[in-house]
């Protein structure tokens, strides 16, 4: 069994989530080309979202939220729509105890990566942070990341 992902279609939720809410867009967004903020939502924004995760190969990958890439802009995580800001590629390391939670860092600087802001309640929707990580089992910075099932 390779512990690499292939591409196809997932869901990403935060393990700082205790398994509530998951990852995404905003459901409504302005109808502007400027970057989308990538943000923890909560459990009651249905339905849940799916990210499309292109394998590159070197535990590299693109992931792609509504069709746009990813990127770190000011130290949050955005969806890009045009070709600048470059999307970054993504290293995902597996959490060998779980087999479902990645640190997902720079495929670049392995020291940088997403972090969850906090424990989202339900009140607040906030953005998923770029920043300095441990690669450690600090739950804010590991992400379920499940396949969906092909239909």
């Not at 600087?109 to 089992?137: A, R, T």
Request: aromatic share 10%; proline share 7%.
């Amino acid at each position: 069994m390779s512990l690499e992902l292939e591409s196809g279609i997932y869901t990403i939720s935060s393990l700082s989530q205790h398994g509530e809410g998951n990852v995404g867009r905003h459901p409504i967004e302005d109808r502007s080309l400027n970057p989308k903020r990538i943000l923890t939502l909560p459990p009651n924004i249905q339905p849940v979202q799916t990210w499309e995760i292109e394998a590159l190969g070197n535990y590299e990958y693109y992931l792609k939220a509504r069709g746009a890439k990813t990127t770190a802009i000011n130290n949050l995580i955005y969806a890009v729509l045009l070709p600048e800001p470059e999307p970054k590629k993504w290293f995902l390391k597996l959490n060998l105890f779980s087999r479902i939670s990645y640190n997902i860092l720079d495929a670049e600087d392995h020291s940088q990566g997403w972090i969850s802001p906090g424990i989202n309640d339900g009140k607040d929707i906030e953005q998923v942070k770029f920043g300095p990580v441990g690669g450690s089992l600090n739950p804010f910075e590991l992400w379920n990341i499940i396949r969906v099932e092909d239909q």
